[in-house]
């Protein structure tokens, strides 16, 4: 069942690489090959410290981030908020060639601010599950062993996804986008 997730992690990152939007705010002079900043990057207004840091309490999360490649391995991770603090997330790791192992877990977690942290005993130790969220980043550490936390040999969930889509998409067993 692992495998088959695995499989179809891939196969949409496949999609996704080809179909992802260029989100940097550089441009190339013809005469010049370097990237130059726009105009509109330079001129954008300062932001007050303390408006910013509050602005992290609401800030939205919901999203798919994603990482990696079929041959290096990789992670998917859908975030939907619901309400004020709480979240569901499913998380998919798989690891590279050779090996393909993989790595599941989902559930519900509280979020303060930019953090979020997710704690589980199923396998009988604690594992836990720190998500930090940046702008359009998360960073999430784990405490605990891959065992620990249901995963295969040599898979970790010591990562940084980028967001790739606002819409949180969850996945089926198969890989395949749940409507």
């Not at 359009?136 to 889509?165: H, P």
Request: net charge negative; proline share 3%; with cysteine.
């Amino acid at each position: 069942m692992k495998k088959i997730i695995g499989l179809g992690i891939l196969f949409l990152l496949g999609i996704w690489s080809c179909l992802e939007p260029n989100t940097t705010s550089e441009t190339t002079n013809s005469s010049n090959s370097e990237p130059q900043q726009l105009d509109t990057v330079a001129t954008a207004p300062k932001k007050d410290v303390k408006s910013e840091d509050n602005s992290n309490k609401t800030k939205k999360i919901e999203g798919t981030y994603l990482d990696g490649n079929a041959q290096k391995g990789g992670a998917y991770l859908a975030i939907q908020e619901k309400g004020e603090s709480k979240l569901k997330f499913q998380l998919n790791i798989y690891g590279g060639a050779p090996s393909h192992h993989s790595g599941y877990i989902e559930g519900e977690m509280i979020r303060q601010d930019s953090l979020a942290i997710y704690t589980t005993a199923e396998s009988g130790d604690v594992c836990e599950l720190t998500f930090l969220f940046s702008e359009k980043e998360v960073t999430i550490a784990q405490e605990g062993t891959e065992l620990d936390c249901g995963f295969g040999s040599g898979i970790q969930a010591n990562l940084m996804l980028r967001q790739t889509n606002s819409k949180a998409v969850f996945l089926d067993e198969y890989g395949a986008p749940i409507e």
